[in-house]
């Protein structure tokens, strides 16, 4: 199972840092992808890791920003938010698929994560 935790109010030019955490077996064995759902607005692909981060891949909006990163050891993968938007603000899913290989649809991913409220004020 997967867990997303981090999230909360946070000014614009501000950072925070996302957790999703693993409580399942072979976690290093899983890539991870972020996501993100505005209010109104589909959900939409944020930042991908393999299973040693040594590939990774964000979207366009968020790339220099954002940083997503893991530590197998402690079976959790991290997304740290630098200088963010108001347009930022949306609920973020963590999510996982049993593959070395990493890709931007939702439909790649076999397990996902409950989301966790970020909020970016002006």
């Known amino acids: 199972q997967l867990q997303a935790s981090g999230g909360g109010l946070v000014q614009a030019g501000g950072s925070l840092r996302l957790s999703c955490a693993n409580s399942?077996?072979?976690?290093?064995?899983?890539?991870i992808g972020w996501f993100r759902q505005a209010s109104g607005k589909d959900r939409e692909f944020v930042a991908a890791?393999?299973?040693?981060?040594?590939?990774?891949t964000y979207a366009d909006s968020v790339k220099g920003r954002f940083t997503i990163s893991r530590d197998n050891a402690k079976n959790t993968v991290y997304l740290q938010m630098n200088s963010l938007k108001v347009e930022d603000t949306a609920v973020y899913y963590c999510?996982?698929?049993?593959?070395?290989?990493?890709?931007?649809?939702?439909?790649?991913?076999?397990?996902w994560g409950q989301g966790t409220l970020v909020t970016v004020s002006s």
């Open positions: 399942g077996r072979g976690f290093s064995t899983y890539s």
């Open positions: 999510a996982a698929v049993r593959s070395p290989i990493i890709r931007e649809a939702e439909s790649w991913y076999d397990y």
């Open positions: 890791t393999n299973w040693n981060a040594g590939q990774t």
